[in-house]
């Protein structure tokens, strides 16, 4: 069974940095995908970050330049580095797993519980 687990978010200090971590298990390999994503109350859950299945990177404008997703696939962990961080970057953040698109029909996509970031002074 897949399983996502988020950790590392907490209250942190205009213009300071955080890591989020991403612990996965299940069927998940090296053909998935991962994302970052983040919501506010009220709001539609946005994209952050995305792994692609060519290697790189997808970021929103938004985080360009302050965020870096990484993996470690040997730890089973996707993580997110968050510098120069803002009060409006504020939000539950969530990981997501993306099955191959030949597969998704049949394995889907699968969401952790989230992780909250609060940045303020």
């Known amino acids: 069974q897949v399983q996502l687990v988020e950790s590392g978010g907490g209250l942190v200090q205009p213009g300071g940095s955080l890591r989020l971590s991403c612990a996965y298990s299940?069927?998940?390999?090296?053909?998935?995908?991962m994302g970052w994503y983040r919501q506010v109350p009220g709001k539609q859950r946005e994209l952050v970050a995305a792994?692609?299945?060519?290697?790189?990177?997808n970021y929103a404008d938004s985080v360009r330049g302050r965020f870096t997703i990484s993996r470690a696939s040997a730890k089973n962990t996707v993580y997110l580095q968050m510098n120069s961080l803002k009060p409006e970057d504020t939000a539950v953040y969530y990981c997501?797993?993306?099955?191959?698109?030949?597969?998704?029909?049949?394995?889907?996509?699968?969401w952790g519980q989230g992780t909250q970031v609060t940045v303020s002074s």
């Open positions: 997501k797993a993306n099955s191959p698109l030949w597969a998704r029909a049949s394995l889907g996509s699968y």
């Open positions: 299940g069927n998940i390999n090296s053909f998935w995908t």
């Open positions: 792994t692609t299945e060519g290697g790189s990177a």
